[in-house]
Nanobody, 125 residues
């Protein structure tokens, strides 16, 4: 499976941005898709995930209420809608996926087999 993320950019605090992640090589089926981010000098952290076949979404506390994950199965695309952005959201954002992930590993980046190349999001104050 190949994942390709896009949609990053430079925005101001309070703005919105939508990231896209296109999956090729499979249909979503029971595939879990997630977004992670990594700021300079920090570890990669969980942002949110769409568990298997659109069963449920999970979010990090830091983005809950501001970020929304959705999926368009016809386009094999997962979206991360980011609203009310703050400078603390500045990072490289990665989409990830896995077809055999267990729920307890949802927030662990090492549990994901498939990764996109990352897209930079920069939020200025």
């Amino acid at each position: 499976v190949q994942l390709q993320a896009s949609g990053g950019g430079l925005v101001q605090a309070g703005d919105s941005l939508r990231l896209s992640c296109v999956a090729s090589g499979r249909t979503f089926g029971s595939y879990t898709t997630a977004w992670f981010r990594q700021a300079p000098g920090k570890e990669r952290e969980f942002v949110g995930a769409l568990w298997r076949s659109n069963i449920r979404t999970y979010y990090a506390d830091s983005v809950k209420g501001r970020f929304t994950i959705s999926r368009d199965n016809a386009k094999n695309t997962v979206y991360l809608q980011m609203d009310s952005l703050t400078p603390e959201d500045t990072a490289v954002y990665y989409c990830a996926g896995d077809s055999t992930l267990i729920l307890s590993s949802l927030r662990n980046p090492k549990a994901y087999d498939d990764w996109g190349q990352g897209t930079q999001v920069t939020v200025s104050s």
